[in-house]
């Protein structure tokens, strides 16, 4: 079930591109713009660049990746997880000023972009799998709570300092509460309030209004447009640009070619960060685009969708933007206003490059406490607490993963905690796979049939021992099976054969044919008779190519336990 | 299987020792002693120390395994591996004079101490599972050859520079073969010469002489001893002492209480190193004492073990000794010789005390080459070429770890090396389990067998498809589990009813439970039925547990496929 990945499978749409699709992509294009333009200069803040940053992110990248996505609805732009993520990363460096700092951030987007296209050139898509599900909520929870408490100093406008420390932002807000300006607060808490409110207060009045539901999407999600509408409104109204944070002046017009830092010892650290965006955005987008892709029973190919993200953000890199991924909100949106194809977001990106040309001036009085509530509101819905609880319940391992990433993406830091969730993921799996089931088995009655001791009424013979271990032989458990099958003759030193039952063995490594080496050896000299039933035909094939079997002795491999019993049974007794 | 870790579980010897042990604890005792004394002082080079660093390693440590340990025959002291690491892992910190290297060696057996203590006390010796075969010989073959390399100095007299890499050492003495000193060339010559013969030839001439068995261990074993005598005797009787490096001065008397470095930057610049010692030279223990303890039916238990040489290193650091470990040569000595219990450990101790004490000035005019050439002939044997070959034959994934940790440890570095080949190995073990066997079923004939529709002649209904994973469900595989039943309905747009069947699914963790939930979801989204069948008795308790049996509906989940089929064959055709 493999397919091969094109560098160009969806261009098809643009060659085969029906009339039908264009209303639902045109529609589906300018709404995703409404939520895009106030998003992408609020999520650009919170990555610690200027606005139009966030706005370059949103024209290219969009785009290239029109042309080569494998979803037709995937809404690629700036996310909040990956502003973050580059605003911590950058943040190491100590940039000294803006152009230094613009700088780090198109070179990362072009080691993200490197990184992403690579992967997907050689069908590494599977490596996301290390980000498991408790490593991916840990980090979700404990980023939302980062990111909120970042935006504080423009919800409150208290000047917190630059800290590396979530807590440390936070008690120092609490010490200058005296600072606080009041105006900013107002201004906050309306935009919040209203925002709020479109999420989940205002589809019930619409529905009550008998809205038609086609409005439905459109209006809702109109919300931050509202509320940077209403905020230039009152502050241009009220003469407040000297009394609250403003955005100031946004430069119009087309992002100039940039070129990214193309120094060694830049890339090495910057690498990390890179690494954990190019992994993260490219999970967040995949999970959405298959999500969606599913409901119209369409495919989307994880490699190909690595290609298609990777180039979009090389696409970031040298047009002076910074790292992109597949946002999940404005995915959905995109999907449920009926795109069909990637024109939609082509049409995104005009009406988005339309918006930096000629509609700049607008955003000069915009309060950055509107900016900050945007970002509130869309990463409180991330957080849910009652994610702990439900995994500890069901499975402790999980727990403690996703409890290691979360305090450690709070208190420490992005990949720090990814690092280590991950970290502690694979020991608690190597933990847990070390230690497969195994059972002694007897005969059950007269049958042909044999099974576990401790749970069956079967016949056993003092001098035989017949063992099924119910997991692959491979390097986690390789050690186990030496040493519970030592200890197993060591506490029954009567017994003269080891039947070694490999009906669930799908598989040996070299760890494991290095143990079973030894243990023919250290058997022998204990001694024992070491043989093996039920292998199955590919373990079987390996074995023989490699010559276990002729070490071995052929004569010491049996087709079933119950010849290898009967064998035993008769000419071993001495 | 499992048994409680005692922390002295094997002073019952002491508190049972029997007479008849006593003979051939003394002879062991005694045999081994007079392999450690030369190998010693040799390792204690290896790794940059002194030559009497090496006889103190050889004393405290000692008598604490024989006390904790619960292996009958293990001979703890200085090993060649782990000195090398030692070596490498002191040369970073750039040490200005001895006082100082000697603190940073004793700190380094402090960190390994705490390490595997601990591990032990955790029971967390599984963790070695992560070294597999391929990462471990990998790193022996590439370390024989670094150590080896290391030695040329010694064995040619060309005064190489201490450089990090092995090739610029063969470089420089390539370039510099005019300052070869042919006095050392042929003191080398002539050990590695006899030490050869010793290992290889002199058996059989023993045979032919009719020795008895008893007297063919010691005498084989002999040959540092052996060389040492020899090459001191040499230099003295021909007044080398000025012509070739000598050892010199090693000071007599008991080492003095040492205190290591309770420096937290130190602890942390060290810690890879001592994690990575800690875990070798663990696994080189434990893997003798097993196979020896095999041959008497004897159990050797791996927690207990580290304790023991964990407890052994901190002897270690505070004794002004270095790193431990099991050793394979000595310990197969020991065990031949007829070592009963641990006294034979605190036997060499003592004999080792009495060479400190009494017997150093007869080292002043020992040969560097000398010791030089026990470390070549010792490591040598360590090299085996064909296992890349042999591993290449046998396993493609297992055989790129191999030849990744090989030349990792040969050109950058030791710990690089080990950390490379361990993340190779995880990454390939994530690929290949990231995509288990996955079949579509159908019915043979009028059986209630259902079997892969690629392999047998079965029936099947174009609105259901019945699929079985043979694997269980994690995080490995959680994305590709979901990515195959989407892709599934999508190429079969006729299908109604997608059944998935768990008879081998041992496990599902919180990422597949992430991925079904999603599924029933998606699938619904639609218009496809989930079920599920044959689903194990422990996995079915846990989903219920979570709630996930009333998120799909009791009555979609089947107790057999065929129950399933029956079902929806009826009333599934709309």
Redesign the interface.
Same mark, same amino acid.
């Given at each position: 079930?493999t397919r091969k990945t094109q560098i160009f499978p969806r261009l098809n749409w643009l060659l085969n591109y029906q009339r039908e699709y264009l209303s639902g992509d045109l529609i589906a294009g300018m709404i995703v713009t409404v939520m895009l333009v106030p998003q992408s200069m609020a999520y650009a803040q919170l990555a610690g660049l200027p606005p139009q940053t966030g706005i370059y992110a949103s024209i290219v990248p969009l785009f290239i990746y029109g042309l080569l996505g494998s979803s037709r609805a995937l809404a690629v732009g700036p996310v909040a997880i990956v502003s973050l993520m580059v605003g911590a990363g950058i943040s190491q460096f100590n940039p000294q000023n803006l152009s230094q700092y613009l700088n780090l951030a198109i070179t990362l987007a072009l080691l993200v972009g490197i990184i992403q296209v690579v992967m997907g050139i050689l069908r590494a898509g !599977? +490596? #996301?799998? !290390?980000l498991?599900?408790?490593v991916l909520t840990g980090f979700i929870n404990a980023a939302a709570i980062v990111i909120a408490v970042s935006q504080l100093r423009h919800l409150t406008g208290i000047i917190t300092p630059r800290t590396e420390h979530t807590y440390e932002t936070l008690l120092y807000i609490f010490k200058h509460l005296n600072q606080i300006n009041w105006l900013t607060v107002i201004i906050a808490g309306l935009s919040i309030g209203i925002l709020l409110y479109f999420k989940y207060g205002l589809h019930h009045r619409l529905k009550q209004w008998n809205m038609p539901a086609i409005w439905m999407i459109p209006i809702t999600r109109s919300a931050p447009l509202v509320v940077v509408v209403l905020g230039v409104f009152i502050v241009v109204l009220f003469h407040l640009d000297s009394k609250i944070a403003i955005v100031g002046h946004v430069p119009a017009g087309l992002p100039s070619i940039t070129v990214p830092v193309l120094d060694w010892h830049t890339w090495q650290r910057l690498l990390p960060t890179a690494i954990t965006i190019a992994l993260i955005g490219f999970m967040e987008s995949i999970s959405v685009a $298959? %999500?969606l *892709? %599913?409901?119209?029973?369409?495919?989307v190919d994880?490699n190909q969708e690595l290609i298609a993200i990777g180039a979009a953000n090389l696409g970031a890199a040298f047009t002076g933007a910074y790292p992109v991924a597949g946002g999940i909100g404005r995915s959905v949106v995109n999907f449920s206003a009926g795109a069909n194809t990637g024109l939609a977001s082509i049409i995104t990106a005009i009406l988005m490059t339309i918006t930096v040309m000629f509609l700049t001036p607008l955003f000069y009085y915009l309060p950055q406490a509107v900016l900050a509530s945007i970002i509130i509101v869309a990463v409180i819905g991330l957080i849910d607490l009652s994610v702990f609880k439900?995994?500890w319940?069901?499975?402790r391992?999980?727990a403690i993963s +996703?409890i290691v990433t979360f305090f450690t993406v709070l208190f420490i830091g992005v990949e720090t905690g990814i690092i280590l969730g991950v970290s502690v993921? +694979? &020991?608690l799996? +190597?933990?847990?796979t %070390?230690?497969p089931? #195994?059972a002694i088995v007897g005969q059950v009655g007269e049958t042909e049939h044999y099974r576990n001791v401790l749970r069956h009424d079967v016949t056993t013979y003092p001098h035989i021992i017949a063992m099924r271990v119910?997991e692959s032989l491979? !390097?986690?458990?390789?050690?186990?099976l030496? *040493? &519970?099958l030592?200890?197993t003759? #060591?506490d029954n030193?009567d017994v003269k054969h080891l039947v070694l039952i490999c009906s669930a063995v799908?598989?040996i490594?070299?760890?494991a044919?290095?143990v079973l080496d030894?243990l023919v050896k250290?058997?022998r000299?204990?001694g024992v008779g070491f043989y093996l039933a039920e292998v199955k035909g590919p373990v079987m094939d390996?074995l023989k $190519? &490699?010559g276990f079997i002729d070490h071995l002795g052929e004569e010491n491999v049996f087709l079933s336990t119950h010849q290898a019993m009967c064998m035993l049974k008769q000419h071993g007794r001495f």
């Open positions: 079930m !599977f +490596l #996301v799998n !290390f498991s599900h408790p $298959k %999500s *892709a %599913s409901k119209k029973r369409e495919k994880a439900h995994t319940n069901y499975n391992a999980d +996703l993921g +694979l &020991i799996f +190597l933990w847990r %070390s230690q089931h #195994v119910d491979y !390097f986690p458990n390789a050690q186990y030496e *040493a &519970i030592l200890e003759i #060591v030193p799908n598989y490594d070299t760890s044919l290095e030894a250290e058997l000299d204990a390996k $190519k &490699i």
